[in-house]
């Protein structure tokens, strides 16, 4: 898989390094198992995943959940907040492969903040050119189709209104810089 993400070659080392552990564990037929973070378990969430891909790149002070990793970078000063609706917005043009990305409003939960999910940041398709992310999920898509568990998935913001249906309306919130990994 690295071998099909555009310029992967130039990427930092250690960029490489977790991207290639992130993308081995998409070959391992993982579920997505909510509250586990272990690939010993047959599957993980979202958190989980990215909780056991820092961990194993000597990111030992990566927090558990989705919140706590999204406030464990709001707190370095390493989050890039996107307000835009549009995937060609320049609030997206410090992204960067190995960024971790955040959305709210993925499963109803009452915790503040309000960040519901988590996933890695690849980079672009040498085939198709679109952006795309690793992790763990319920149902996300990967060129037209859902898939579940451990996979590489599209990166498209895609915000949603919340049109008084009741129903969840997942909302991308923003990417945070992993301290001390592109260098």
Not at 73 to 89: A, G, N, T, W
Not at 119 to 127: S, T, V
Request: aromatic share 12%; hydrophobic share 30%; proline share 6%.
């Amino acid at each position: 898989m690295p071998n099909q993400i555009k310029g992967f070659e130039n990427y930092p080392l250690k960029v490489q390094k977790l991207l290639t552990a992130a993308l081995e564990l998409t070959t391992r037929n993982l579920d997505y198992k909510y509250g586990s973070a272990d690939p010993a378990n047959g599957g993980m969430d979202c958190s989980g995943f990215v909780y056991y891909v820092l961990q194993q790149n000597e990111m030992p002070d990566v927090p558990r959940d989705s919140a706590g990793q999204y406030i464990w970078l709001r707190h370095s000063r390493q989050f890039e907040p996107v307000m835009s609706q549009k995937d060609d917005s320049f609030e997206l043009e410090d992204l960067k492969p190995g960024d971790l990305l955040f959305w709210t409003g993925t499963y109803s939960i009452d915790r503040d903040p309000p960040i519901t999910h988590a996933m890695i940041y690849l980079g672009r398709e040498k085939k198709t050119g679109n952006r795309v992310m690793v992790g763990a999920s319920d149902g996300r898509v990967y060129q037209g189709e859902s898939r579940w568990g451990v996979s590489v998935f599209d990166f498209k913001i895609q915000r949603r209104d919340k049109n008084g249906d009741g129903k969840l309306h997942p909302t991308f919130v923003g990417y945070g810089h992993l301290p001390g990994l592109q260098e």
